[in-house]
């Protein structure tokens, strides 16, 4: 009886481990902080969101933000926003740097996070899971808050 309840408890130790591990290299990935995250609303017809964020990057290395991608798009690109003939245009960037010591900020009207062909409607006040790949920090699991057009104006 007290032999079976020792190897119970020896299993429970087992399942733990890897969650230990998990938790523990969550927190390594401290190099890069981001804050102020979210994504606009799809709205009718429209098949695109934005996201917006802060990226800071704690370390004294340069890291570069490689891609971004999501369960709930087809496709993520990085915009930047330029000015053409008074007409403001977007052009898709390959990744986005973030020197040491420096933060980048995905914002309305700048640099953004084009979230293209979405697989479900994004409805305001829901999360959607967002990845990030960066060069040195590696993945980065973001679960960012849906914000409606009107939310997005700062
Ligand atoms: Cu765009």
């Known amino acids: 009886m007290l032999?079976?309840?020792?190897?119970?408890?020896?299993?429970?130790?087992l399942l733990l481990t890897p969650l230990f591990i998990t938790i523990t290299c969550k927190k390594k990935?401290?190099?890069?902080?981001?804050?102020?995250?979210?994504?606009?609303?799809?709205?009718?017809?429209?098949?695109?969101?934005?996201?917006?964020?802060?990226?800071?990057?704690?370390?004294?290395?340069?890291?570069?933000?490689?891609?971004?991608?999501t369960d709930d798009f087809e496709t993520?690109?990085?915009?930047?926003?330029?000015?053409?003939?008074?007409?403001?245009?977007?052009e898709p960037m390959d990744s986005v740097?973030?020197?040491g010591g420096q933060?980048?900020?995905f914002t309305p009207g700048g640099m953004h996070i084009m979230l293209i062909n979405n697989k479900r409607e994004i409805k305001a006040g829901e999360k959607i899971q967002l990845n990030l790949h960066f060069e040195n920090a590696g993945l980065i699991k973001l679960t960012s808050p849906v914000k409606s057009i009107e939310e997005q104006v700062e």
């Not at 309840?5 to 299993?11: A, L, P």
């Not at 993520?76 to 977007?90: I, L, P």
């Open 3 to 13: 032999m079976h309840n020792y190897k119970r408890f020896g299993m429970i130790l």
């Open 29 to 69: 990935n401290s190099a890069i902080k981001i804050d102020h995250d979210r994504v606009t609303q799809s709205l009718p017809g429209n098949r695109v969101s934005a996201g917006y964020m802060n990226i800071t990057n704690t370390m004294e290395k340069d890291d570069t933000l490689l891609s971004v991608d």
């Open 76 to 90: 993520v690109e990085f915009h930047n926003m330029f000015e053409e003939n008074g007409v403001m245009k977007m």
């Open 97 to 99: 740097v973030i020197k």
């Open 103 to 105: 933060s980048v900020s």
